[in-house]
């Protein structure tokens, strides 16, 4: 994910400085350009990161998934074959149906294998599908209960994507039916001097924006440029203007300026305070957008590699998780070959086996034996 326009970084010209006290507004000003340069050098690092994780995640970590789960398919046959030999009494019998379901249900928690759901309807006495879609069905209640929608019968509950977009469609189709209903009462005097003033706030920081952009346009105009080259780079710093100002994003146009050499230091500083004011107001609202766009990302991230919601994740820890997971998938690989080698002897499996307590498999545990 290459940096956008919007994540390169800012130029430090355009943090205020003056020998004397900056004013409340300067102040906030210069808060808004560094939060603003750190969201924009943020997003650059999650883009960067994300494309590295995802080819390791190809290279390294999902070849090393496939051989846990074969080596996990190994032990539940060699177990399920244990299972059935002579001698073998009720209550071992009992911990290997146990371990056996649970290992399955690690395995097809990755893969589908007709086998493996045959071993875990066998020894669990249930049905994986009907348990599965049980499941769906309550997450699909829960949902519809706590948001307040229908996500209808035909949804997909298996793709995360596709209930997300029913949900969206859902807030869309009740956002329209409000608008739809019959209008509220007559405004009082104080709603519509709030609204007017709103109003003209908005022209006031919309004029802000358009001022900045004449400027720029008329400098940057390709056609009063006699020189090819500097007229093709003309082009694309209009190009960037246009773009930055159908956006409306005032921080790219000032930046531009910049470059252009049309603002310095003392221009900005000679910035009075209702503009400054205005100028605040615009750069919030740009914050804003670009810590939704992080929260955007990192939620896909979350939702695309299944890791807790719950968790705060930043850039520089997806390299770091991703080792976590190659060391505990090689660390049960090695335990599952260990596993297969001890089960060769009834002996051992049997003493083994009478360490395990029921009781204590409150979660499953695939580090058996």
């Known amino acids: 994910m290459p940096p956008s326009s919007r994540t390169r970084a800012l130029s430090p010209s355009l943090v205020l400085t003056s020998s004397a006290p900056l004013s409340k507004e300067q102040k906030a000003f210069n808060t808004l350009i560094k939060k603003i340069d750190a969201r924009r050098a943020e997003l650059t690092d999650w883009g960067q990161e994300i494309v590295q994780f995802r080819q390791r995640y190809v290279s390294d970590l999902l070849p090393l998934q496939d051989e846990e789960a074969d080596q996990h398919i190994q032990l539940a046959r060699r177990l399920d074959l244990a299972h059935g030999q002579k001698g073998v009494t009720k209550g071992e019998k009992r911990k290997l149906s146990v371990l056996i379901t649970q290992l399955a249900q ?104 358009r001022e900045v952009y004449r400027k720029l346009a008329s400098a940057l105009h390709p056609d009063r440029e006699p020189d090819p080259i500097e007229r093709e780079r003309k082009t694309a710093l209009m190009q960037r203007a246009n773009e930055a100002y159908e956006k409306g994003n005032l921080l790219q146009l000032l930046e531009l300026q910049l470059q252009l050499e049309h603002i310095d230091q003392a221009h900005l500083a000679t910035l009075g305070g209702e503009r400054l004011k205005h100028y605040i107001k615009i750069l919030k609202g740009q914050l804003e957008e670009l810590e939704m766009e992080i929260l955007h990302v990192e939620h896909g991230f979350i939702a695309e590699f299944g890791l807790s919601p719950f968790e705060k994740i930043r850039p520089k820890d997806l390299m770091a998780i991703l080792q976590a997971d190659l060391a505990q998938c090689e660390c049960s690989i090695r335990q599952a070959k260990a596993d297969l080698d001890m089960t060769n002897d009834p002996k051992q499996l049997k003493a083994w086996l009478k360490t395990v307590s029921l009781r204590q498999q409150r979660a499953p545990d695939f580090d058996f034996f």
């Not at 669990?124 to 209960?145: C, N, P, R, V, Y």
Request: net charge negative; aromatic share 4%; hydrophobic share 30%.
């Open 106 to 209: 690690f395995i097809l928690g990755r893969r589908e294998d007709d086998e493996v759901k045959a071993l875990y309807n066998r020894h669990s006495q249930s049905d994986f599908d009907e348990e599965e879609a049980e499941q769906l069905d309550g997450m699909k209640s829960m949902l519809e209960e706590m948001l307040g929608v229908e996500l209808g019968d035909d949804v997909d509950l298996s793709s995360p994507d596709e209930v997300v977009r029913r949900i969206q469609q859902q807030f869309e189709a009740q956002g329209e039916a409000g608008q739809a209903e019959p209008k509220p009462r007559k405004k009082t005097a104080k709603q519509l001097a709030r609204e007017a003033h709103q109003e003209a706030e908005e022209k006031q920081m919309s004029q802000s924006i």
